[in-house]
């Protein structure tokens, strides 16, 4: 029987057709859709989304972010609702002081509509963000079956993910939310000489948008060339 190590796939944030026609030639596994002028996860416009769907002609999985979680988050996202996506997914900035915030997630989760599935989030500066601490999140996801899970930093400054993380923690993370059949997906500001402490983790993607923008800008146009560099990276 093989031991051969499955490489972890590339999650590219795109915001157009254009950008995600250049993710696909560099080789990405899944094209997320957002706009990074409206925050770590911000919702893109329910017509671009639908491009970028016409673009990527089912070739592999789309998600859309959301934004952050409110309660009429699905009524602002009516539109994108109505699109054919395998994930949709939102964070809980500003909800440190909320006891309920798992029910509400699960209540939100109920009223979307069949065949698309909800990614649960954890923001690793979950302090800064006033959010929900990782371990929580994951625990969350594990007990209440959903499907994936991804790990991001709020803010998106300087700092990546193991700025707010050391490796054992996210390994542990991993480790856990895959035994419980979560599928994982680490994102943060990540640079590619980080691969070598993080793909040892094998998560299910890797999840990427500044440094595969010209001049390593995430509000910069997506760069095809550097995709195919993180894909290779992956191998």
């Not at 899944?30 to 329910?46: E, F, N, Q, S, W």
């Not at 909320?98 to 599935?117: C, K, Y």
Request: glycine share 8%.
């Amino acid at each position: 029987m093989s031991s051969e190590r499955i490489p972890s796939g590339l999650l590219i944030s795109v915001r157009s057709a254009e950008e995600a026609v250049a993710a696909l030639e560099g080789g990405a596994d899944l094209i997320d859709v957002k706009d990074p002028t409206r925050g770590p996860l911000g919702m893109a416009h329910h017509e671009a989304l639908a491009e970028v769907l016409k673009a990527v002609n089912g070739k592999v999985p789309v998600s859309a972010a959301l934004g952050e979680w409110f309660p009429e988050i699905l009524t602002a996202a009516h539109w994108h609702l109505e699109l054919p996506l395998q994930y949709i997914k939102w964070g809980l900035a500003g909800y440190k002081h909320q006891p309920a915030w798992g029910e509400d997630l699960l209540v939100t989760r109920r009223n979307v509509p069949a065949g698309i599935e909800v990614v649960a989030v954890a923001y690793a500066d979950w302090e800064k963000a006033e959010s929900v601490p990782p371990a929580e999140v994951a625990k969350f996801a594990k007990r209440f079956r959903f499907k994936a899970f991804l790990l991001d930093t709020f803010q998106k400054d300087t700092r990546t993910l193991l700025d707010h993380m050391k490796v054992p923690e996210v390994a542990e993370l991993v480790t856990s939310l895959k035994r419980g059949s979560v599928k994982v997906a680490l994102g943060g500001s990540l640079k590619i000489e980080q691969l070598k402490d993080l793909k040892p983790l094998a998560p299910d993607w890797f999840a990427v948008r500044g440094a595969v923008c010209v001049g390593g800008k995430r509000d910069a146009g997506l760069d095809a060339v550097r995709v195919k560099k993180w894909k290779e990276a992956l191998a």
